[in-house]
């Protein structure tokens, strides 16, 4: 049976950015195509931007047409654009409970969330959290969660996300990478719609340990632990070495690559695509994409950002939704 038709819920981010700029220029190009509704301070969004103020999800899809759906907060800080302003940051921090609290509730069919400044929320809302991934993990209960960034070139995961370059050997244990492939070959599964996900591992070494000359990681248990998923149901390839999984031909016999620190995962894609780069999180009982780019404010207010990655975390989010329903 065909679910009924739910909007995406947008949280605003960082008001002092880009994010109210490219949300009203992504309605502009997506209006009813891709419904969503943005949750925030209608202050904060450019001037001569049509809305229309919601109270409830469902009236998203009669206005989305003609006007941006507000589902509206009052923020106690400024409106001013390239300087976040503290004073924000506890609104910032409700309109992502909030968009969470409508996806769970089956209200909206998936949350999209706009960039967010960490130290603003540190200052103004004692944020606790390292980022979005880890903040969505605790308020939908989740011990774990993967990182993924996808776009149409090429799907990463860093097995570690937010920690030092000197902790990834202490904190990349066989029971974290085993949970990493596990949670990303069942996201590629129930929401990318790939019954057979072929997944391939970066080692952690240059060279993936070249035989335990550049490290030992690789000998020592990446090898083993892969080889025993292999047995079971797993499709996976590596340890690979990084530098060369990653052009064209690499990039065709696999659907996503995991590997073992954030650097090594999104350096490639924000070079290969930058501006349709898409950050999904798995493992949450809920869909969650957000565009794959930062707050901006060098050009906030400038009329120059551009709205494409947004759009593209729009409408993967749309086609995750479609497929879950699907699935259940």
Known sequence: MSQPLRPIALSCGEPAGIGPEIAAKAWQLLKDSCPFLWIGDP??????????????PGAALASCATALPVLPLSFAGNTAKGTADPANAPGV????????????????????TAPIHKKALIDGAQFAFPGHTEFLAHLAGRSQVVMMLASPALRVVPATIHIALAEVPRALTPALLRKVIAITARGLQQQFG?????????????????????????????????????????????????DTLFHAAARARYDAAICMYHDQALIPIKTLDFDRGVNVTLGLPFIRTSPDHGTAFDIAGTDQANPSSLIEALKLAQDMARRSARAS
């Open 194 to 242: 790939i019954a057979h996900p072929r997944i391939a591992v970066a080692g952690l070494n240059p060279h993936a340990g070249e035989g335990g000359a550049m490290g030992t990681e690789e000998l020592g248990w990446i090898n083993d632990l892969l080889a025993e998923m292999q047995s079971t149901s797993y499709s996976l390839t590596g340890p690979h070495p990084a």
């Open 93 to 112: 921090v409700q309109a992502i409970e909030r968009g969470v609290e409508l996806v769970q509730s089956g209200e909206a069919a998936a949350i999209c």
């Open 43 to 56: 202050r904060h969004l450019p001037a001569q931007t049509p809305i229309a103020l919601i109270k409830e």
